[in-house]
């Protein structure tokens, strides 16, 4: 078959599909805390011809020919890593984040060894140690987890459970936690227990590289993260470490599970670092931060409890129970308003993880578009217009022609055309 312009746009269908994702994006309120609008810079490296190069290895012990412009490439990512987090030693293969997690537990764990995580429900991450994920299949795993009171993760118990389970490993980080971390209290957990302590910053990697969140590089001997939150890169994961652990992290993630690297992904995180230790990307980070401090104050306003009482990062998670609606049906109503959100539980919920209770709402999307704090306004209006409305089609369906000419005014892509 021929490779002709023409052949591709003859695929109508895929056509179709991509303009109707492009669309989409567009023409919607993007309020998923874990994603983000890459640059048309990041967009054009990831795809770029390395889509089309094996590379298994690293650089310099490569399994394949014709890999010199791969190693200058990957040895690119790796050096603007270290650089942006002042990291001994990075890894930047891992596809996800998930996959950056399973390396770095199996670089210091065996199968059976106890894991001490977050737990799902109260702002965990799944690969932490949830019984449905490889964490909880493989490791023994046991949780901490927020006061009921405050809602604040309660370092008295992570310090009691260390002592008493012992763990090889305590992992902190979290999905859904809107307060900063105490690497420090995670820290002398560790010691106490003789763990190693891994942290998973995904969602506060942005946050973290313009100096806005603390560092769990000094504390951990383990960091991981995805790139593709409030970083703003691609889809993908790495892992940062001390130099004593730079092998075993290395030989997890190749051989020990995967082979080819995408490279096509890491010439775009490569160019997400680059961007990401220019000047201005502190300043996308402080209008994060700020943006998400004003939604957070305009739904208390509207009579919204917030678990914890606000946040200090990009995301708020909403106590539904009081509105007798549940998570599922506040993402249900807010998809047909044109506002992408997700159900999500919060801490002691009563309701399956497919309902939930609470609603999480992120702020980094729609700060790359150009939203400031008086268009949060706005925002947090159609959004309790729409939870005011989720049995009335036609309301919803007038609040989405609303928020589609308000996304218009933030154009996304323009000139773009898939």
């Given amino acids: 078959m021929s490779s002709s312009k023409r052949d591709y746009h003859a695929d109508n269908q ?7 994702e492009l669309g989409r994006q567009r023409d919607n309120l993007e309020m998923i805390a874990s994603e983000n609008f890459v640059s048309e810079r990041v967009l054009r490296a990831a ?54 997690n399973m390396a770095a537990f199996f670089a210091v764990m065996k199968p059976g060894d106890p894991l ?50 012992r763990p090889k490993v305590i992992v902190a980080g979290a999905s859904s936690y809107p307060r900063i971390i105490d690497f420090e209290r995670f820290r002398e957990a560790a010691d106490r227990a003789g763990a190693v302590l891994i942290v998973d910053m995904a969602h506060y990697a942005g946050m973290v ?10 504390h951990a001997e383990i960091v991981t993260s995805t790139t593709h939150k409030t970083l703003r890169g691609p889809r993908g994961g790495f892992v940062l470490c001390r130099r004593t652990f730079a092998k075993a992290i290395d030989d997890e993630v190749f051989p020990g599970l995967q082979g080819g690297p995408l490279m096509h992904i890491i010439a775009a995180k490569a160019a997400a670092l680059a961007e990401a230790l220019e000047p201005d990307f502190i300043d996308y980070q402080r209008q994060i931060l700020r943006n998400a401090a004003r939604l957070a104050t305009r739904l208390v306003d509207a009579g919204y409890r917030l678990v914890t009482g606000g946040t200090d990062i ?5 106590d539904l129970r009081s509105k007798n609606i549940t998570g599922q049906q506040a993402e249900a109503a807010l998809d047909k308003a044109g506002i992408t959100a997700n ?14 209770s609470g609603l999480r709402l992120g702020t980094a999307a729609l700060t790359t578009r150009g939203l400031g704090e008086c268009d949060m306004d706005e925002v947090a209006d159609f959004v309790t217009t729409a939870l005011q409305s989720i049995d009335d089609d036609t309301r919803l369906r007038r609040i989405r022609e609303q928020v589609t000419a308000f996304c218009r005014k933030f154009p996304l892509y323009p000139g773009l055309d898939f």
């Fill in 209 to 218: 590289a313009a100096g806005l969140y603390p560092s769990p590089v000094p």
């Fill in 47 to 100: 795809a770029s011809v390395f889509t089309n190069k094996y590379a298994e290895g690293y650089p310099d012990r490569r399994y394949y020919g014709g890999c010199e412009f791969a190693d200058r490439l990957e040895s690119l990512a790796v050096a603007r890593a270290r650089k942006l987090f002042g990291a001994e030693h990075a890894n930047v293969q891992p596809h996800c984040g998930s996959s950056a």
């Fill in 14 to 20: 895929l056509e179709a599909i991509l303009a109707g």
């Fill in 116 to 165: 001490l995580g977050m737990d799902m429900s109260h702002g965990g991450h799944l690969t932490h140690g949830a019984p449905v994920s490889f964490s909880g299949k493989v490791f023994k795993a046991y949780f901490y987890g927020v006061r009921r009171d405050t809602e604040i993760i309660d370092y008295d118990e992570l310090t009691r459970l260390a002592e008493e389970i």
């Fill in 314 to 318: 990009h995301l708020v998670l909403i």
């Fill in 343 to 356: 159900k999500n539980s919060i801490p002691f919920d009563r309701e399956r993880y497919t309902v939930t």
